[in-house]
């Protein structure tokens, strides 16, 4: 695909939302005082809606085209032209993009439209919409944009608008605190991101071709082998740096911290972050640069083993959370860690695909969250629910649809993408089987905390008070329409990833082939047996179908049973409940030693900075005061005095000049005598 199709529309895409942020931004208050919060929603969602559309064109267009001719570019103009370094504000979409796309405003539209019955009571409705549409600018410029740089600019808009929506609320401590952690957070993980691009460029630059663009980087990426810095290979260096944003902007191990608190902003938010937008960053940007990762093995197997232990361990705190939205946080770290271990052992197409399905069933869970919790007034301790599918039917099936899909129950569409990477994590070039039993145990895991969930909230008896029972109530159509929709689309997406020992052609792999393909590290299983995959399959069926069976035992058929485990378990169940202490254990280290540094150098600044400072000032003062005295006494006294002194001979001199003739002769006379006495002396 070197030689794109130019086209003139794809900006649109980009710019319509920031159209309607700018709109809503600037005059949204006064709008909504004149025409109400129907010409907001209006100004919000219309764009969304029409850049999905061109999407839609996008895609269309590129299935009229020959596979390795699916690259359509829109250049707009020339960014940056300094020295050897030349960026433009063009954007692309290939069959990669092209699916980012397509998730992004489709998903993102159905959020939107959700938000206008979420949010219909709130008072910043203009404020939200506003930074709704921004943050939906900021990722499609970051899956749009055809270099580097342009990327680096979507990926710290998501950064900066997160900040802004899940602080949304920020009069409140806890959730302006959320918002400042998840922004402090990504800018460690962005800090490795820029090491990345700059080493990049450098290198590139050194060997005669600087360029950030992709087209170029994947043309030129063969040079990178065999250089070294520190003595490690560049490409593995570089691709590590990445790695380190990715951990930052897709929650892995250490940089997830922020994403479970990031449930504090509008429930709808937290369905954008954590589904369509932002937690996919990383994701993305590894499966853009999968030529220069498939370059560096050791950065690749970094990647399976922090995707599989973020699997894992995130799977095992979700088991004993009460919170309905920290559960499903819990779940898009564990579910983000499965997209890592199939960009990690070279499955590309398998992780993108992972990423497609869980925006699907991911964004109907959190909505059907926010639905559950706007039906009970708020409250989202799932041990004060139950019953709930009485009067919430349509909330109740599309959440179990969804939840059927995340937990890999055929024919749903987590089966297919979630056992794809498994399959290739054990049978992959790069897999491994501890990472494939890792993955194993988590999806088993993965299966009983989702229908634990389903059972405290939607099962059994109604543990809610008498008032909030009486008002229980399915929420409205334009909410509960894209709840059917998106679990809709997670029943059906996985028909795209049909492998072929299940009679299937795996299209969704065949897409990206053009994209995939140049990595050369590709994870190949074919020379497994069929029944091994059958095998394989059928395990992760049947842990999954266990921690359902557990589930059910435990939450419906004896409901004690939680309790008694939990007081056997004692320290192990308390150490599951606060997350393994992770954020004590950030505030003890991290936190407490960056405070003590921050302390230490705000003492360093007033005590020994601002003393020299105030000391050369205060010395300056004394020999300014000393000057003003030698000048004022010594300097000026000479001057005066001289002056004094001439003024003072000048009088005696003047006193001479009397004017009168009889005094002038008397002086003459007497002068001429003196002469005369002294000559004849």
Not at 470 to 493: F, G, Q
Request: glycine share 10%; proline share 3%; hydrophobic share 55%.
């Amino acid at each position: 695909m070197e030689h794109p199709i130019n086209v003139d529309y794809l900006r649109w895409i980009v710019f319509l939302p920031l159209i309607g942020a700018v709109i809503n931004g600037v005059a949204g208050a006064l709008i909504q005082r004149a025409a109400g919060k129907r010409a907001i929603s209006f100004i919000a969602c219309a764009p969304v809606m029409v850049a999905f559309l061109i999407s839609v064109r996008a895609f269309a267009h590129l299935l009229e085209l020959e596979p390795q001719q699916r690259l359509l570019l829109d250049s707009l103009w020339t960014w940056i032209d300094v020295g050897g370094l030349k960026a433009e504000v063009a954007f692309q979409v290939d069959p990669l993009s092209a699916v980012m796309i397509l998730v992004v405003t489709g998903v993102g539209g159905l959020i939107h439209i959700y938000s206008v019955g979420y949010m219909h009571e709130e008072k910043s409705y203009w404020r939200y919409f506003a930074f709704l549409n921004l943050f939906t600018f900021a990722m499609l410029t970051l899956v749009l944009g055809d270099n580097l740089l342009l990327m680096f600019v979507g990926w710290e808009g998501v950064g900066l608008c997160s900040y802004a929506l899940i602080g949304f609320w920020y009069s409140d401590w806890n959730n302006a605190s959320a918002g400042s952690k998840a922004f402090i957070v990504n800018r460690i993980g962005d800090f490795g991101f820029m090491l990345g691009v700059f080493l990049l460029f450098w290198t590139l630059d050194g060997l005669g071709h600087p360029t950030l663009t992709f087209r170029e980087l994947q043309a030129h990426a063969h040079l990178l082998d065999g250089q070294l810095i520190w003595g490690m290979g560049v490409a593995t260096a570089v691709t590590l740096l990445f790695f380190v944003g990715a951990t930052g902007k897709s929650a892995q191990i250490p940089l997830y911290v922020w994403l479970p608190d990031a449930m504090a902003g509008p429930t709808p938010v937290s369905a954008l972050i954590h589904a369509a937008t932002m937690v996919t960053a990383g994701v993305y940007m590894i499966g853009r640069l999968n030529f220069l990762f498939s370059m560096a093995p050791a950065t690749l197997h970094v990647v399976a083993w922090v995707g599989a232990l973020t699997a894992f361990f995130a799977a095992t705190i979700g088991l004993v959370q009460n919170d309905i939205k920290r559960v499903l946080a819990y779940s898009t770290v564990s579910q983000l860690g499965y997209m890592f271990i199939g960009m990690g052992v070279g499955a590309y197409a398998a992780g993108i695909f992972h990423l497609m399905t869980h925006a699907f069933f991911k964004a109907c869970l959190f909505l059907g969250s926010g639905s559950v919790i706007h039906s009970m007034h708020g409250e989202q301790d799932m041990q004060k629910m139950g019953g709930l599918k009485k009067w919430m039917p349509v909330t109740h099936w599309t959440f179990l649809l969804s939840t059927l899909a995340i937990a890999g129950i055929p024919p749903m569409s987590g089966f297919f993408s979630k056992d794809e990477i498994l399959w290739k994590a054990f049978s992959g070039e790069h897999g491994s089987v501890f990472v494939w039993l890792l993955g194993f145990a988590g999806a088993g895991m993965t299966a009983f905390y989702m229908f634990r969930q389903v059972f405290l909230t939607f099962w059994g008896e109604c543990r809610a008070d008498h008032h909030t029972q009486e008002h229980l109530h399915e929420s409205p159509a334009v909410m509960t329409y894209p709840l059917m929709i998106l679990a809709l689309l997670a029943v059906l997406a996985g028909v795209l990833g049909v492998p072929p020992a299940l009679g299937g052609a795996n299209r969704i792999e065949e897409w990206f082939a053009p994209v995939f393909s140049h990595g050369g590290h590709a994870a190949h299983a074919e020379h497994h047996s069929q029944a091994l995959e059958y095998l394989l399959m059928a395990a992760s069926v049947a842990i999954a179908a266990a921690g359902i069976g557990i589930a059910y035992f435990c939450y419906l058929v004896q409901p004690a049973i939680p309790m008694v485990i939990a007081w056997r378990a004692g320290k192990l169940y308390e150490w599951l409940f606060n997350k393994y202490y992770v954020d004590e254990l950030y505030a003890a280290t991290v936190i407490r030693f960056t405070m003590f540094l921050t302390r230490a150098s705000a003492a360093f600044d007033r005590y020994v900075i601002d003393f020299m400072v105030d000391g050369a000032a205060t010395l300056t003062r004394g020999v300014s005061w000393l000057h003003g005295l030698f000048d004022n006494y010594v300097i000026d006294g000479m001057v005066n005095g001289v002056a004094a002194l001439s003024m003072g001979v000048g009088t005696r001199f003047r006193q001479l000049q009397t004017g009168s003739i009889n005094g002038y002769l008397y002086v003459i006379a007497v002068a001429t005598v003196a002469i005369l006495i002294l000559r004849v002396m």
